[in-house]
């Protein structure tokens, strides 16, 4: 009887505990999403094996996560792209993935952060070891890995609590994340980065797309503005020609096979996009990777209805602009002929 009433109270406790915390989160703005877990770009990777000419890949860093919104472009194509950008991430080992592990022959859209895209090669560096853990997971990943996985889902789409992030990076709502976040001894000493919240709404086809709060919160825009000012001011110099002679080689082998290749800059504004001019000059980037892959490319800039875009966080658009830019990107390429399964309008 006594093991009953323990195992009750225990019961309630958890019940009630749990509670508070899930209204708590949502009191502050938070509301449930999925995890951009390994497990979920594998699923969409898994699509790659048969797909076709007519196939487009969208791959990059967060900005062509979230400004090419999967929806749109199936709304104005007729066909759902494989949305494989990684956030925080060089595009250069999916790319090599798609490239060398494949047949793909249709459309690669590569999203260029020149932050990120020029950023490295080495292995163990945050923007080539994220994407590339991906990657093994697709191959190497278990069984009960996916199943788990899968069967995490419909808690993930139902409770603020369960938000999380693989790597141990960034402010997340679940326990372990805050455990981590506890800071013992000089209590009072600021942490070395700003917090860092997710602010992005994960959805199955793989998308994502900016929450609402970030857009309405001017206090909650300006943690993540202060946290892209961190990054910028402590990145190392950027590997333009490393970089540059990695990717080029994998563009030789794609186009060799006819496959279809478009570089893409996705806006930025405000104080990030100042930093991009003085640490990584149009002129001496992008224009300089337009001018030795010779393939179709287009910067937001130079387009009028794209330039002035306003990003809420200074590097990434909103879900109605990212729906704007998606459908106003199409059009641009149809035009150009850019696409291969598509003709003008």
């Excluded at 110099?237 to 290749?261: H, I, S, W, Y």
Aim: glycine share 6%; net charge neutral; hydrophobic share 35%.
């Amino acid at each position: 009887m006594k093991l009953k009433q323990s195992l009750i109270i225990a019961i309630t406790i958890t019940l009630i505990a749990t509670i508070g915390w899930e209204m708590y989160w949502r009191s502050k703005g938070f509301h449930p999403t999925l995890n951009d877990e390994k497990a979920l770009w594998a699923m969409t990777r898994a699509k790659v094996e048969n797909a076709t000419k007519d196939d487009v890949i969208i791959l990059g860093s967060s900005r062509a996560y979230f400004d090419i919104q999967v929806d749109q472009w199936k709304e104005s194509t007729g066909k759902e792209p494989l949305q494989l950008a990684s956030t925080g991430s060089s595009p250069l080992p999916t790319f090599h993935d798609i490239v060398n592990n494949t047949d793909f022959d249709g459309t690669v859209i590569v999203g260029v952060t020149p932050g990120l895209f020029f950023s490295t090669t080495f292995p163990k560096a945050f923007p080539w070891e994220r994407p590339q853990a991906k990657v093994d997971h697709y191959f190497d990943g278990t069984y009960a890995q996916r199943s788990n996985f899968l069967l995490s889902v419909p808690l993930q789409q139902s409770l603020v609590l369960m938000s999380a992030d693989e790597e141990e990076w960034n402010d997340d709502l679940d326990l372990k994340s805050l455990l981590r976040n506890v800071r013992w001894g000089k209590r009072t000493s600021p942490p070395a980065q700003p917090p860092f919240y997710n602010f992005g709404d994960v959805s199955i086809p793989r998308n994502m797309s900016m929450m609402p709060r970030t857009v309405t919160d001017t206090a909650f825009a300006n943690s993540i503005i202060k946290v892209w000012h961190f990054f910028g001011k402590g990145s190392p110099p950027p590997e333009k020609d490393a970089t540059t002679e990695f990717f080029m080689k994998d563009v030789k082998k794609f186009k060799e096979r006819n496959g279809n290749l478009i570089l893409v800059r996705p806006p930025s504004s405000g104080g990030v996009r100042m930093g991009e001019k003085m640490g990584l000059p149009r002129e001496r980037f992008w224009d300089s990777l337009v001018k030795v892959a010779h393939v179709k490319s287009y910067h937001f800039e130079d387009f009028d209805q794209l330039k002035n875009l306003t990003c809420p966080e200074e590097s990434h658009l909103s879900l109605e602009d990212a729906n704007f830019y998606t459908k106003e990107l199409v059009k641009i390429l149809k035009e150009d002929n850019a696409l291969t399964n598509q003709k003008p309008n």
